[in-house]
Structures are given as C-alpha cells and as structure tokens.
C-alpha cells in the first residue's frame, strides 16, 4: 500500500465507507491526514514551485468526483468516463495528465464509487448495442487498486449485468488480485509498453517491461480481453533501434495465446509548454523531450512531431508490425 507523506481530504469523504476505510488505515500508520474543502484547489499545493513536483507526488487526496459528465470516443471505447480516481504517483516525463492538472498531477481518490459505478449500468442499460466504457483515463487503475481495492470491487459489481463493458490503459504490472475474479469478459485491459530504455529514463516509478510482458500473459491466460499500447512513441536519437527491440522482444516474450487474439493501439507523445516549464524545474538531469528540429507547435502550448517525421515513423513501426505480428489489428495510429 502506498504511504504517503500526508493525506489531503475532504471531509464529506468520511461519510462514505471507503472514504472511512481509507482514514482509518492511514492513521493508524501516523500519516498527517489535513482536511481541506476542495480537492480541486488546495491553495498550500498550487503555490507550490514546479520544482517541488516529485514531493507533491508523494501526497495523497482523497474527495468526492462531482463530474460525472460521459464524453463519447471512437477508438477503443464508446465514452471516457470520469472514475474513481485521477493523476498519478507515477512521474513520466510527457504524462498528459500535466496538461490538465498541472504540477498538480498528483494521486486524487474518489470515494464515492457506488455513484459511479451506477451511472454506468444505466447508461449501459438503456441501448440495444454493447457499449465499453473508458474508465481509466485520467488515472491508472491498476495502481490505484493496490490503495483501494476498486477494481477488484468494479468487477465484482458488474459480472451479473446484462450490458456494459469496461476498458483501462496500465504502465503497471500488480494484476494477480484481480486475475482470479469472474470478469466474464467484460474488463479490457489495454498493457502500454515502450523500449526498456524509455521506461527506465523517462517513464519513472512504472513497471520495467518484462514485468508488464508478464502481466499481460497472465491476464491474457485468466480470460482476460487484452490490447497493447505502443505509447507514446518518443523519437528520441537512437528510436529505429529501440522501437525494433521493443517489438521483438513482444514476438519473443508474449505467449502464444496472448498473441493470438491482443490487439494494437499506437500513439505519437504530444508534449507540451507546461511539460517543458515543469521538467527543467523539477528534473533538470534528465532527457529533455522536447526537440524543436523535429517539433512542431499545435493548439494552445503543446508540440508534436513535424509531419514528415512523424509519418516517416509511422511507415517504420507500420512495417515492423506486418513482419512480427502480421495478423494483429492496429486499431489506429495517431
């Protein structure tokens, strides 16, 4: 379980039981737990420098979501849904989630998952087709569930309804609790890799990637719907080499039953202005991502890769994966 250097919460939380849960754990282990009357602007955290970000992290807040708005997607699901937790303890230098929250990207829990968890049952509920909810987009559920046990508990609340599939991206390898539940097929879970180097210099505080590798085989032997993730493709010098390796090493390592049926979604670093400002401050020894002679500003503060570069990339990684996983679908590149 993770331990934090303090709890931040709200005091609605306690009325809740896994808000309650949650307290009391902490507490007996002596954590300072500070209430605060909104999750969303904890004045203490946003007067904070960009160089305390790695500190911030190490915090905890727990609240209640008050969003519930669906937002409908085209790609692997039919919405994006607001769940129950959002930011991350994880540190990855492009981590989009910096976009929204800023130097505030820190692990926020929501405890009020009843709520939650009920919207999506109606929802589900009221259209002929089988609709797949997105509900790991603003966090990583598989590390948030090492805290509070709610994936384990989402699973468990839906096998015995008729409609409704769920689907959540991981950088995490802690899968064995919910490898034995009754999932009936009805949980996606989508593994993102990259080259070993990549995670290990820029994907701080995630899971090495024969650890997700293995994860993945062990989800894909318990029942478990799986895709894999190439993301975000970072071209940084030697990429050609990387991302050859990263392949590979998926055709060597992932079972046979694994590569029968995982599907691809690959995904381009979309890195920005705020990115920029927080790295230096925060971590100024590492790689710095942003690279203007193959960048390219888009929208509001925020770069990609150049056209040409980008779709020299895509032909190379599109031609890598007709050779080692020839009957595989790539559900689309971007």
């Avoid at 009020?112 to 987009?137: P, Y």
């Avoid at 927080?278 to 193959?294: K, M």
Wanted: with cysteine; glycine share 4%; proline share 4%.
């Amino acid at each position: 379980m993770f331990l934090p250097k303090a709890i931040y919460y709200e005091k609605e939380s306690e009325n809740y039981e896994l808000g309650k849960q949650l307290l009391t754990q902490y507490r007996q282990k002596n954590i300072p737990c500070i209430e605060i009357e909104n999750h969303n602007n904890i004045e203490e955290m946003r007067k904070k420098q960009n160089s305390e970000f790695p500190n911030m992290k190490q915090n905890l807040i727990i609240g209640i979501r008050k969003t519930h708005k669906f937002q409908p997607n085209h790609k692997t699901s039919d919405f994006l849904v607001p769940y129950t937790s959002s930011g991350c303890i994880a540190m990855c230098l492009y981590c989009y989630l910096v976009c929204n929250y800023n130097k505030c990207a820190y692990l926020r829990l929501f405890v009020n998952r009843e709520q939650m968890l009920d919207k999506i049952k109606k929802v589900a509920s009221q259209t002929e087709k089988e609709l797949v909810f997105e509900i790991g987009s603003n966090s990583d559920l598989i590390l948030e569930n090492t805290i509070t046990g709610n994936l384990n508990w989402t699973i468990e609340n839906l096998k015995n309804e008729p409609k409704g599939k769920l689907t959540l991206p991981t950088k995490f390898d802690m899968v064995d609790s919910i490898l034995p539940l009754d999932h009936q097929g009805k949980v996606i879970i989508r593994m993102s890799v990259n080259p070993k180097e990549i995670i290990r210099t820029i994907e701080i505080g995630t899971s090495p990637l024969e650890n997700r590798v293995q994860a993945i085989n062990k989800l894909k032997q318990a029942g478990y719907p799986v895709g894999i993730l190439i993301a975000p493709v970072i071209l940084v010098k030697d990429w050609r080499e990387q991302y050859k390796e990263l392949i590979q090493y998926l055709a060597e390592n992932l079972s046979n039953e694994a590569k029968k049926t995982v599907f691809f979604e690959i995904i381009f670093m979309t890195y920005s202005y705020v990115h920029r400002m927080i790295n230096e401050q925060a971590f100024p020894s590492l790689l710095n991502l942003y690279n203007p002679n193959i960048m390219t500003g888009r929208g509001k503060g925020k770069y990609t890769y150049n056209k040409e570069v980008r779709q020299e990339a895509e032909i190379f990684l599109r031609d890598l994966m007709k050779k080692y996983f020839p009957n595989n679908e790539i559900k689309y590149i971007v």
